[in-house]
């Protein structure tokens, strides 16, 4: 428990300083006067003030906020009350402030500028912690190109693919391990590749091309896993019983079992019964009863309805392969942009229906997931934190008032018509955004206790 609250502050305080640090700095640097610099929303509970801004930190701490002299219309600037004493860590009111250095006063390409950069510096982080993690630790690598599984009707089948084949070469490319399978025929995916196949020791040139849906590439096979474990997941059953990386699972109850997908199908259909598991590690043998926790997760093919599966926290085995720097900067872009792409898919799915709204998440389930992930290792926690950033910057980007893209359309339309827009629509526009919010917030925070009543949604 006290790993899942820290992992969700630690996750949320990041990713809310991060985003106002963007506006905040870039302000500064335009002479905008920045009034409070706050994390979180409400009455403050400790306060205290460098230079002209007052830093803060509010009662609640699901967001936070950048406060700008002259964020409202010039006319709208209320005159100083001479009987109300302005103390050292209050803000400084607008009417003591220079004009020109009020938020409203400044070119649109500047106000832009300003609100471009909390999202902008979100994705930023995402890139160099991708890079950082790919840098420092390498890239998890399945350290086999032999073919486990195939999936009907897929491209690996129409390239008359089996189990059980080889993959020699992919254009003319040696291939070391599953990362680079899917790394060269994930690559210009509209392109056909020539793959070069050993079966039965023989070698044989097959053509594939890739399936794309909805922005998403489908290759229809799977790398041989055998059942050699990976990594082990704190506080779960299997960490428990004294499993560890390395492992390797030889049966559950009276099954013989040889690979990761077997342990897959055995464990995820007995969630909440006990399964006698036998495994050596290191050469010495163990054997424990195990009961599989039961977990929620997206049926397959759908993209609303929900099944319950087991799971005791284990992955497949992998190992890690160092990368160069320049290597390592050009995965970290192509996976934050990777995962920039799928967000917006996500975010288009669900404003057109075809995405289920029970797949939201509030800021119970962030915290949950937060404390999941570090519980895999800090690396993982690393990645749960890019993502949760991009997520941030996608979603601020939304044209909807008070949102930064809702700004950002207001001031694409004035560049447009030349003119301002007109004041009371504008504040409409703004207070209808306030009630969606508070109403989607209200929604995933019910969303949230239910599945504390339950399980949360995830993987194996």
Not at 78 to 93: A, Q
Not at 99 to 120: D, E, M
Not at 223 to 232: I, K, Q, W
Request: net charge neutral; with cysteine; aromatic share 10%.
């Amino acid at each position: 428990m006290l790993i899942t609250i820290l992992a969700g502050l630690f996750v949320l305080g990041v990713v809310i300083i991060v985003h106002e640090f963007g506006h905040f700095i870039v302000a500064k640097l335009a002479g905008v006067y920045v009034k409070v610099f706050s994390i979180g929303f409400g009455k403050k509970l400790w306060r205290v003030r460098h230079g002209e801004t007052v830093y803060a930190v509010s009662v609640l701490p699901f967001g936070g906020y950048v406060k700008f002299a002259g964020e409202t219309d010039l006319a709208d600037v209320p005159p100083p009350d001479p009987e109300i004493p302005i103390g050292p860590l209050d803000e400084t009111p607008d009417s003591e402030i220079p004009r020109q250095r009020y938020f409203t006063s400044q070119r649109k390409l500047i106000r832009a500028a300003i609100l471009v950069a909390g999202p902008f510096m979100n994705y930023l982080l995402a890139v160099l912690l991708f890079i950082g993690v790919y840098f420092v630790q390498g890239v998890n690598v399945v350290p086999t190109t032999r073919v486990g599984e195939v999936t009907a009707d897929g491209p690996a089948v129409i390239a008359g693919i089996a189990p059980g084949d080889t993959i020699v070469s992919i254009d003319g490319a040696q291939v070391r391990d599953w990362y680079d399978v899917e790394k060269l025929l994930i690559d210009d995916p509209d392109e056909r590749k020539t793959m070069v196949i050993r079966r039965d020791g023989r070698e044989r040139e097959a053509h594939f091309e890739p399936k794309v849906e909805h922005g998403q590439v489908s290759l229809g096979m799977f790398a041989f896993a055998s059942s050699r474990v990976g990594r082990v997941q704190k506080s779960k059953p299997a960490h428990r019983a004294g499993l560890e990386e390395g492992s390797v699972i030889e049966a559950i109850n009276d099954t013989t079992v040889t690979t990761y997908g077997d342990l897959v199908r055995i464990i995820n259909a007995n969630a909440g019964r006990p399964l006698y598991i036998r495994w050596s590690t290191d050469g010495l043998a163990h054997a424990d009863t195990i009961t599989p926790e039961p977990k929620q997760v997206l049926k397959p093919g759908s993209t609303s309805e929900f099944t319950t599966v087991g799971i005791i926290g284990i992955h497949p085995y992998s190992e890690r392969r160092r990368e160069g720097l320049f290597t390592s900067i050009a995965n970290g872009f192509q996976t934050a942009n990777a995962m920039t792409a799928q967000i917006v898919e996500y975010l288009g799915l669900l404003l057109t229906g075809k995405m289920g709204v029970k797949t939201l998440g509030g800021p119970i389930t962030i915290t949950q997931m937060a404390g999941d992930v570090a519980n895999w290792g800090f690396d993982y926690l690393l990645g749960f934190l890019a993502f949760f950033n991009i997520n941030l910057c996608v979603f601020n980007l939304i044209p909807l008032l008070p949102f930064d893209g809702g700004h950002l359309a207001i001031l694409a339309i004035e560049g447009i018509m030349r003119r301002p827009v007109n004041r009371r629509l504008r504040d409409w526009l703004t207070q209808g955004g306030f009630v969606l919010i508070i109403l989607l917030m209200a929604f995933v925070l019910v969303l949230d206790l239910s599945r504390c009543a339950g399980s949360t949604p995830g993987g194996f």
